[in-house]
């Protein structure tokens, strides 16, 4: 059988479909895609940091284990076993930054849009099943990502409690916003990024 590998950063169970980028392209043996892409991590986080990020992500993890965590409670159970893995006992000169010349890119024409109360400062690797969201477009409901692509996208809660969403790649930028857990979804901008096919 088949030893279970686990990404080095994050610590989700690694396959083919989430393995991140090295580099050249090929694919990393260490890292998922949402913690590492084209050779640099996604974000530069402090231990403390992944961990507070990650415990959003409590549900998915309590579906898997049988287990039902608060996001408090897990994200001190990541932050046991964070040093574990490899990024975090990297020495701070080796640690290959998240420096992806597209992610600024990408702020500065979503801040660009102007939308009142949306502002990014960071952005992270998120996959199309978890941001492709239905919208209702002439009164028929459609997908406008794609379930098995990765994004560099946020959420960004408004004063009203309603969030903003915001999803991006080398074609399309989408911004949307919705309510608790992605209940009525409305799309605000999707549109072809200037200049790229």
Same mark, same amino acid.
């Not at 098995?148 to 915001?166: E, F, L, S």
């Given at each position: 059988?088949?030893?279970?590998?686990?990404?080095? *950063? %994050?610590?989700?169970?690694?396959?083919?479909?989430?393995?991140?980028?090295?580099?050249?392209?090929?694919? *990393?043996? &260490?890292?998922?895609?949402?913690?590492? =892409?084209? /050779?640099?991590? !996604?974000?530069?986080? !402090?231990?403390?940091?992944?961990?507070?990020? %990650? *415990?959003?992500?409590? +549900? &998915?993890?309590?579906?898997? !284990?049988? =287990?039902?965590?608060? #996001?408090? +409670?897990?994200?001190?159970?990541?932050?046991?076993?964070?040093?574990?893995?490899?990024?975090?006992?990297?020495?701070?000169?080796?640690?290959?930054?998240? $420096?992806?010349?597209?992610?600024?890119?990408?702020? &500065? +024409?979503?801040?660009?849009?102007?939308? #009142?109360?949306?502002?990014?400062?960071?952005?992270?690797?998120?996959?199309?099943?978890?941001?492709?969201? #239905?919208? $209702?477009? $002439?009164? $028929?409901?459609?997908?406008?990502?794609?379930? /098995?692509?990765?994004?560099? /996208?946020?959420?960004?809660?408004?004063?009203?409690?309603? %969030?903003?969403?915001?999803? %991006?790649?080398?074609?399309?930028?989408?911004?949307? &916003?919705?309510?608790?857990? /992605?209940?009525? #979804?409305?799309?605000?901008?999707?549109?072809? @990024?200037?200049? @790229?096919?």
């Amino acid at each position: 059988m088949k030893e279970m590998k686990f990404c080095q *950063s %994050c610590g989700m169970p690694l396959n083919d479909e989430v393995l991140g980028t090295n580099v050249d392209g090929s694919k *990393s043996d &260490e890292y998922c895609v949402y913690c590492f =892409k084209d /050779g640099a991590f !996604t974000g530069d986080f !402090t231990m403390e940091q992944m961990a507070e990020y %990650c *415990s959003m992500f409590v +549900e &998915e993890y309590n579906k898997h !284990t049988g =287990k039902n965590l608060t #996001a408090c +409670e897990y994200k001190q159970e990541l932050l046991k076993y964070y040093p574990t893995l490899k990024r975090w006992n990297l020495p701070a000169d080796a640690i290959p930054h998240a $420096n992806h010349p597209m992610k600024k890119i990408f702020i &500065e +024409e979503i801040n660009a849009l102007g939308i #009142a109360e949306l502002h990014v400062d960071n952005l992270y690797v998120l996959h199309g099943a978890f941001v492709n969201q #239905a919208y $209702n477009v $002439n009164g $028929n409901e459609v997908k406008l990502l794609d379930d /098995g692509a990765t994004y560099w /996208g946020t959420q960004v809660q408004k004063t009203d409690g309603r %969030c903003y969403g915001v999803a %991006c790649d080398e074609r399309y930028l989408l911004v949307s &916003e919705y309510g608790k857990d /992605g209940a009525d #979804a409305e799309l605000v901008v999707f549109k072809r @990024r200037q200049g @790229r096919m």
